[in-house]
């Protein structure tokens, strides 16, 4: 394959799946793949992009999905597009502009979906239904999405990938030296990091350490990352001060540390590397993926989550320990098994390092260049058709 096209946010845009094309060109680039990008801007911002970035699509600008496609089209190094699907990235309704790249798109493409709802409203449904079915191949991150794809959105299952959520390379660092690195010495870290919204159930965290801190009077939950952009643009920090003003409630000033802003590549492996137990207290439980909780199995961190559908798959198998019900004081329980008892935290991490390791960045782009030269070899064989948008 001369070269792939990304469409994607992308760095510098804070945004979870500009970060995830990143790392995926990057980790294509050493297996010697060519990568274009394709970025998707907002309108609130101007971005300086790297070099990479061939063509820039804005958001809410319909003609520019067309213009993109006709130049992927007239573009001879360019074989595959990949689109990364997530409906709050594209314009439109349900973000259906990218209907207009695909119809016009005279190049296979792969489609990667980031969100797989199982119970779509009519029109998200049916935006998805029309990308994934012309697309030559579909890459999702679980099982069940797989399954819901095919149930849901009539997606053959010959067409359908799974393959994980990719974790980069984080540089293994030593636990206690960390936390003295950062005048945590002596605390026993519990760790939730990524944007901050209302679906990330920071409010069940606090609730559950306010339950078992007194008990174990030297936790310290670590609340790392700034308030996801869109949040911020439609009600400010209504959110996170809520979030503060809990923790003044609940009397945890001693016991929560916020780090409000974006966290680089660097920053997330030293925060989860010193982490005794990563918290997932997501509170909607169709959440098909969450790029934080891959990234903490990645590092081998023992995991508490909520029962939501990523989790209850990723950490089947004893790999984690999921709470019985979406709750506070489930989430309690499990926190006091561990804080209780050392030893779990040890058989968690040992458990979990292994199956880390197929999450690794290097393994996945591996996966989808694989991926890629079968769609090819097909598409190029005639034997699949793109149909009519």
């Known amino acids: 394959m001369k070269a792939c096209l990304i469409v994607s946010t992308y760095s510098p845009r804070k945004c979870g799946i500009a970060t995830f094309s990143n790392d995926l060109r990057d980790n294509l680039l050493p297996k010697g793949q060519r990568v274009l990008i394709a970025a998707i801007s907002d309108s609130f911002s ?4 790297p070099p990479e970035v061939a063509f820039k699509i ?20 360019i074989e595959l597009v990949i689109i990364q699907h997530e409906y709050g990235i594209f314009g439109g309704q349900d973000g259906d502009y990218v209907l207009e790249l695909a119809s016009h798109l005279q190049k296979p493409y792969l489609l990667v979906t980031h969100t797989v709802l199982p119970h779509p409203y009519e029109y998200q449904k049916k935006v998805l239904m029309r990308l994934a079915n012309c697309a030559n191949g579909v890459i999702c991150m679980t099982a069940r999405a797989r399954k819901l794809l095919f149930n849901i959105y009539s997606v053959p299952l010959e067409k359908i990938f799974v393959v994980p959520h990719g974790v980069p390379n984080f540089l293994i660092k030593d636990r206690e030296v ?23 159930g920071l409010e069940f965290g606090l609730k559950a350490l306010a339950k078992v801190v007194e008990k174990h009077p030297n936790i310290l939950y670590l609340i790392a990352g700034n308030t996801h952009p869109m949040l911020l643009r439609s009600e400010g920090e209504r959110y996170r001060n809520s979030i503060l003003q809990l923790v003044e409630e609940l009397k945890l000033e001693n016991n929560v540390l916020f780090v409000n802003h974006f966290l680089d590549i660097n920053e997330i492996g030293d925060y989860l590397y010193m982490t005794d137990i990563y918290l997932s207290p997501y509170i909607n439980m169709d959440q098909a993926v969450s790029g934080p909780l891959s990234f903490a199995i990645g590092c081998g961190r023992a995991v508490i989550s909520t029962p939501y559908e990523y989790a209850r798959e990723i950490l ?10 979406a709750t506070p004081e489930a989430l309690a329980e499990q926190l006091d098994l561990i804080l209780g008892d050392p030893t779990i935290q040890v058989e968690l991490e040992q458990r979990v390092a292994e199956y880390g390791q197929s999450f690794s960045w290097e393994s996945v782009a591996g996966i989808y260049l694989k991926i890629a030269e079968e769609v090819l070899e097909l598409y190029d064989a005639g034997n699949v058709q793109k149909l009519g948008l």
């Open 46 to 49: 101007s971005y300086v992009y």
């Open 58 to 77: 804005q958001q809410e600008r319909k003609a520019d999905y067309i213009s993109c496609a006709k130049w992927a089209n007239h573009n001879p190094d």
């Open 178 to 200: 960390l936390k003295e690195k950062y005048g945590l010495k002596d605390r026993r870290i519990i760790t939730t990091f990524g944007f901050i919204g209302p679906g990330k």
């Open 316 to 325: 089947a198998q004893g790999r984690g320990l999921i709470a019985r019900e």
